[in-house]
């Protein structure tokens, strides 16, 4: 079935820093990614999504390219905030019936 | 527009008992999908309805989990007799149709804690 790995549980950076949080997937259908964000004691929303390959998405200074040659979604961004601190996840619509599948998560630690 | 709501926030059970967790998806939305939080496990997939029929239930533990849509307005996820595993933060999220490219819109979640 379709599945989302997200190799790091706990990425921790000093402010201004770039970041680079690894996404790769499986699924035998046409693949649609996303990424979420969840801040602290908050419901995860959108951060960014695509499907076309070898096309960079960006949105709020983080960006993606989905790489279907190698089945990854990586994000992005040139320097880390603060306010970046939050839980990142990794998400697939894939199947013949459109369910979204997540990873694991890849929790973002900015420091001052 | 209020978003997703979630009701109870949070539901303290003991080991055996019945929990209800309930779900209104943003008025409009056709989609419904529910998942459980942990911070092993990250956000997984139990269940997804669109129109309030049941597309894909491939996530949900056979036995003691069950959910159902009865009108467009709520949903319910059930969990019988229920366990310690079971503690976790269940989602709930919608979106507008149910197409592949659809952002979902989660609630904020109830949190479940099995004593």
């Known amino acids: 079935g379709d599945s989302v790995t997200q190799t790091e549980g706990l990425v921790t950076l000093t402010k201004g820093l770039p970041v680079m949080l690894n996404c790769t997937y499986q699924?035998?259908?046409?693949?649609?990614l996303f990424w979420y964000v969840q801040h602290l004691n908050e419901a995860p929303k959108l951060l960014l999504k695509?499907?076309?390959?070898?096309k960079r998405t960006e949105h709020q200074g983080f960006y993606a390219t989905l790489h279907k040659s190698s089945s990854s979604f990586h994000l992005q961004k040139s320097s880390v905030q603060l306010s970046d601190s939050a839980l990142y996840f990794c998400?697939?619509?894939?199947?013949?019936?459109?369910?979204?599948?997540f990873g694991t998560g890849t929790r973002l630690q900015v420091l001052p | 527009n209020a978003g997703v709501i979630q009701t109870p926030r949070h539901k303290v059970t003991g080991k055996g008992q019945e929990a209800t967790l309930w779900c209104e998806p943003i008025?409009?939305?056709?989609?419904v999908f529910w998942y459980r939080q942990t911070i092993v496990q990250g956000l997984e997939f139990l269940t997804y309805?669109?129109?309030?029929?049941?597309?894909?239930d491939s996530g949900m533990p056979k036995e003691r989990f069950s959910a159902q849509m009865p009108n467009q307005s709520h949903s319910t996820l059930k969990i019988q007799s229920t366990q310690p595993q079971d503690s976790a933060v269940y989602l709930c999220?919608?979106?507008?149709?149910?197409?592949?490219?659809?952002?979902?819109?989660f609630g904020h979640g109830t949190k479940l804690s099995v004593l």
């Open positions: 695509s499907s076309t390959d070898n």
């Open positions: 699924t035998t259908y046409s693949p649609f």
């Open positions: 008025s409009g939305h056709s989609a």
């Open positions: 998400a697939l619509s894939g199947s013949n019936t459109n369910k979204v599948v």
């Open positions: 999220a919608s979106s507008l149709v149910g197409f592949s490219n659809e952002r979902l819109f």
């Open positions: 309805f669109r129109n309030q029929a049941p597309i894909d």
